[in-house]
């Protein structure tokens, strides 16, 4: 990743917001229940509902999102995961329970709000909710001297606004929202939002249910830079499109992480889609998709590793955040997430690993790239709940 960059409009290492963007607490309704549980062993089931208390203080409970962490098919394992609780001598429930940030920040926020535990140690939210929860004195200050890895974070994610000298949380993964298509059934491939409203693609569509992403591109599509001050109009014009192209039928779905569902068995053809997902799905079904940034830009996000003052294990969960920022490690998530890294010294160790990934410009962005992607800027509390509201209406028919 390049370190430096002057341009303001594509400095998501200092403001990113969100793939998993605002869709606020009024108003807008989660798109479908979070993915099944896992532990380190892996599988998947209906539950989504924590385990409960880790008082024990030998397991750690830690909240992700799907697709976001190394996993072997054959033995059914995270290995990074294993390796750090055979050296380290924790347990770690691995949990896939994060669809989107509103309803998991829905199922949680109550019992934080009133001092009580919500049963996970680490958890995985984006910068938008990491600054919401910091604010509201939900996050537990993290012990410098029991993560001393974290000064391995790039020196441009280290001071973000909502978290200065990432006192309270560690940036996990960044990465781009864009286009994503089957080759076989889009075989021209796809350059800019408006060919997503192609007369063939029509109920093949699923768009993500992340107002920041799906409603930035189009508005980026639009000639409206998102990352500067724009107006209630602006983002109404696009807003209106994602409404008709959804009463028409020609998007099939609103969703959030579960899009990926859509496209391995082609209820979609072609999505609004997260880069890391693309690929990782191509690994594991075959090479089947494209990912790509549309013609007018994408959008950047960052996701973060936070310990809930509640937490019952925050000293596992410190030592598990210190884990991951050793360079070894997190070159070896990426080379399975594929998303950016935010931890200094790992692409030299991604050499090692596969040395192609180690030049991937979607782990280690190259400057065009980065001049192609733009974040969606801060809203204020008054537009946070006017846009939430007007975007859940539309998602929800």
Not at 131 to 136: F, G, L, M, P, R
Not at 267 to 282: L, R, V
Request: aromatic letters at 10%; a negative charge.
């Amino acid at each position: 990743m390049n370190a430096k960059h002057p341009d303001p409009k594509i400095e998501f290492l200092r403001q990113a917001m969100s793939r998993r963007g605002f869709l606020g607490a009024m108003g807008a309704a989660g798109a479908s229940a979070a993915l099944a549980a896992c532990g380190t062993g892996g599988g998947t089931s209906g539950q989504t509902q924590p385990s409960g208390d880790s008082g024990d203080n030998k397991t750690i409970v830690w909240a992700n999102w799907t697709l976001y962490l190394d996993y072997d098919e054959e033995s059914r394992t995270f290995p990074s995961l294993a390796a750090f609780e055979e050296e380290s001598g924790y347990t770690v429930e691995y949990r896939e329970d994060i669809e989107d940030n509103v309803t998991f920040n829905g199922k949680v926020a109550p019992q934080l709000a009133n001092g009580q535990n919500i049963g996970y140690d680490l958890v995985t939210p984006t910068d938008w909710l990491v600054a919401e929860w910091i604010a509201k004195g939900y996050a537990a200050e993290i012990d410098a001297a029991n993560v001393p890895n974290k000064t391995n974070i790039l020196p441009n994610l280290n001071d973000v606004t909502f978290d200065p000298g990432r006192k309270y949380s560690l940036t996990w993964q960044s990465g781009f929202g864009g286009l994503a298509w089957n080759k076989e059934r889009v075989p021209n491939g796809l350059k800019t939002i408006d060919d997503l409203w192609a007369p063939e693609l029509k109920g093949k569509v699923v768009v993500l249910s992340e107002m920041r992403d799906t409603i930035g591109l189009i508005m980026m599509s639009q000639g409206v830079a998102i990352d500067e001050p724009f107006t209630s109009e602006q983002f109404n014009a696009a807003l209106a499109v994602l409404e008709q192209q959804v009463d028409s039928g020609q998007v099939k779905q609103v969703k959030g992480n579960s899009y990926k569902e859509d496209l391995i068995n082609e209820q979609a053809w072609a999505a609004i889609g997260w880069s890391g997902d693309i690929f990782q799905i191509n690994a594991e079904e075959g090479d089947k998709w494209e990912f790509a940034l549309p013609d007018t830009g994408g959008t950047l996000w960052s996701d973060n590793l936070l310990i809930p003052k509640t937490a019952s294990n925050k000293a596992g969960a410190e030592a598990l955040m210190d884990y991951y920022y050793r360079p070894d490690v997190a070159a070896q998530v990426a080379a399975y997430v594929n998303y950016v890294c935010p931890v200094q010294g790992a692409q030299e160790e991604m050499q090692k690993i596969d040395p192609e990934l180690a030049k991937s410009e979607w782990i280690f962005p190259t400057e065009a790239i980065l001049n192609n992607s733009q974040v969606f800027r801060p809203l204020t509390p008054e537009e946070q709940a006017e846009y939430a509201e007007a975007f859940g209406r539309v998602i929800q028919g």
